[in-house]
């Protein structure tokens, strides 16, 4: 296989001596373009092999192993028609070869297709959840608040130590094959429905995680002004609608886009409607770090923690217009084509 003079593999340090295990897996393969790098840490590469495009990553540590133990456990569930299959890793468990994904992000589907696909995307990751699989790691209330802590900034500190005393009627949920980085960048529309992408996290962990973590970037992105507020709030009610209404999970009786009803006890390891909004302030206040750490942007943390302390002021829907950001009216978004490709690498995250 050859390589670009500049691509990472060849000129991170940290993953160099690692790409002779393309060798073993495509070594016909031709690199077609970068979909993410992260310095000293991994690379994801959209490659053309004999069998087509594939997702061949490398990573610093050998955890291709275990991401490929997990998408096997679940490619043997009833979820194997939602994730990608694992191609193969190589001896030394730091490079994976994977399924590529041919769709249309969910991200950037049009508004009318956005909000149409929104209840078969909760569907499918109730289908996820329910599926049986047992993956081979946890993660559980307390590793996400203890995650919290540890990337706190001056800013969020005093934030997430309110929204971690809110939540604790959660800790303890039942743990479910979950995702564990759901969110609407991270999912496909395919000619035959929706599949999930970069599953490199997945765990066994509470369901509402995933499912507060996927509402809270449908807000945030009303926020940073990629949506507008009737669209945000028709895509969360029909997210919902569709998870909630999965043959798995009991139906609800009350499920709107503001304060959900208390959680009860669903008795099967999906997240009630309760659970979501305690889940939902914890990822929004993780974003808000995240915004101000790894995308030094400030002013879209600021923008995060006031739509969190706006939920917490009232019962009405949250943030009815998005916060203006410095010198930032709001670009278009971008449409791909149908045949267009997408892995959860290909964004920041």
């Known amino acids: 296989m050859r390589w670009p003079a500049d691509h990472p593999a060849v000129t991170d340090e940290a993953l160099a001596p690692w790409r002779v295990g393309a060798e073993e ?29 594939a997702v061949l990553k490398v990573f610093a540590s050998p955890r291709a192993r275990g991401n490929d133990r997990r998408l096997a456990s679940l490619g043997r569930s009833t979820a194997s028609h939602l994730v990608p299959a694992s191609l193969g890793v190589d001896r030394s468990g730091h490079v994976a070869l994977i399924d590529w994904v041919h769709g249309e992000v969910f ?3 049009p508004d009318d297709g956005f909000v149409a696909a929104a209840p078969v995307v909760g569907r499918a990751l109730a289908t996820l959840h329910a599926c049986g699989a047992a993956l081979d790691r946890r993660w559980t209330f307390e590793d996400e608040v203890a995650q919290l ?11 997430v130590e309110e929204t971690v005393a809110r939540a604790l009627p959660v800790a303890g949920a039942p743990l479910v094959s979950a995702h564990r980085d759901c969110h609407p960048r991270q999912v496909v529309a395919t000619e ?6 970069d ?16 509402t809270a970037h449908l807000r945030r992105d009303q926020v940073f002004g990629d949506r507008r507020s009737l669209v945000t709030a028709a895509a969360v009610e029909g997210f919902l609608r569709g998870y909630q209404g999965h043959p798995h999970h009991p139906p609800s009786d009350e499920v709107d886009t503001g304060r959900l009803r208390p959680p009860t006890d669903m008795g099967n390891g999906t997240a009630d409607a309760g659970d979501i909004e305690a889940w939902e302030e914890l990822a929004l206040i993780r974003l ?31 943030s009815a217009q998005p916060v203006q950001l410095r010198g930032e009216p709001g670009a278009p978004r971008r449409d791909l084509p149908l045949t267009a490709s ?6 920041d995250r």
């Open 149 to 159: 802590h540890r990337r706190a900034t001056d800013a969020t500190s005093a934030m």
């Open 288 to 318: 808000a770090g995240l915004a101000e750490t790894r995308h030094q942007r400030p002013d879209r943390s600021r923008a995060i923690l006031a739509l969190l302390a706006a939920g917490r002021g009232h019962d009405a829907e949250r």
């Open 192 to 197: 035959g429905g929706v599949r999930w992408i």
């Open 25 to 53: 897996l495509c070594p016909e393969g031709t690199v077609v373009r970068v979909l993410r790098h992260l310095a000293g840490r991994r690379v994801a590469t959209l490659v053309e092999t004999r069998r087509g495009l």
């Open 107 to 109: 991200d950037q589907l």
């Open 342 to 347: 997408v892995t959860g690498d290909d964004v």
């Open 199 to 214: 599953l490199d996290d997945a765990a066994m962990a509470p369901a509402g995680l995933d499912v507060g973590n996927f």
